[in-house]
């Protein structure tokens, strides 16, 4: 029965705001809500540290959890399995700045991770349902990108910092050539670069290829703004 859990041959696609996907949500934000709440009591030092490090190795396990798994049942490819995806990146730079707390790096991942992840965990692209592994992996992945970042920003005072935007954008544009290169080369779709996934996302509503393209360089500073604007307002309130 076990094996079940695991078996690639458990192909059920994830029902969008079904009662487990609402679940998960709720998971995830009774976390986000936790360490709000815990934010002080994390900010002692030792604490801080023995937080920010276990965290980043788990956050580590479960992106390998992945590449295992896909091994394990022969189902790794070049095609769709490498991490090369935002929020695959995302994962790996969420570890990374849990350890270094790298303010560039909270910057990439701030935009990326939570745009990524928020899009993500709203509507996955997931074949594979509750109680298979990969949702829980998956739920799990991209849960942990949104409590690193808002670990960095409740608990270590993290914030984008003047002209964070062109640098955010500059990377973002430069991957994505990186990326679009590959893709040509191998076949592949990594960023969904050459057509939309399969099942529903928000690629639906932003036009046919290779325009929605364009209209996520426009989500991605409409993004940046959004998510800066909590900084912009606590700025001029304390100027106030």
């Known amino acids: ?52 490090h276990t965290f980043a190795f788990f956050i580590l396990l479960l992106a390998l ?13 070049v095609f769709y399995s490498l991490p090369l995806q935002l929020c695959d990146i995302s994962v790996i730079l969420s570890a990374v700045m849990l350890f270094n707390k ?18 993500a965990l709203l509507t996955p692209n997931l074949w594979y349902a509750f109680p298979h592994f990969i949702f ?25 910092r003047p002209g964070s935007l062109k640098r955010v954008v500059l990377v ?16 592949s779709n990594y960023l969904f670069l050459c057509r939309k996934p399969d099942l529903p996302s928000l690629l639906d509503f932003l036009g046919p290829w290779p325009w929605y ?10 993004m940046f703004f959004l998510y800066n604007l909590p900084f912009f307002i606590c700025r001029l309130l304390r100027k106030e």
């Open 1 to 52: 029965m076990l094996n079940s859990y695991f078996s690639v041959n458990q192909i059920q696609p994830i029902q969008l705001f079904s009662t487990t996907h609402q679940a998960a949500l709720a998971v995830i934000a009774g976390a986000c809500l936790a360490l709000f709440v815990a934010r002080r009591r994390l900010r002692e030092e030792k604490l801080n540290v023995v937080f920010r």
């Open 65 to 77: 959890s992945y590449q295992i798994w896909s091994v394990a049942v022969r189902e790794w490819s």
């Open 102 to 119: 790298n303010n560039s790096i909270f910057e990439i991942t701030y935009i990326w991770g939570l745009g990524g992840a928020f899009q």
């Open 136 to 160: 829980f992996q998956f739920f799990l992945a991209h849960g942990s990108i949104i409590l690193a970042c808002l670990f960095m920003i409740f608990v270590d005072g993290l914030r984008p």
């Open 172 to 187: 973002t544009n430069g991957y994505a050539l990186v990326i679009a290169i590959f893709n040509f080369y191998t076949g």
């Open 213 to 222: 393209i364009l209209s996520l360089e426009l989500v991605l500073i409409f």
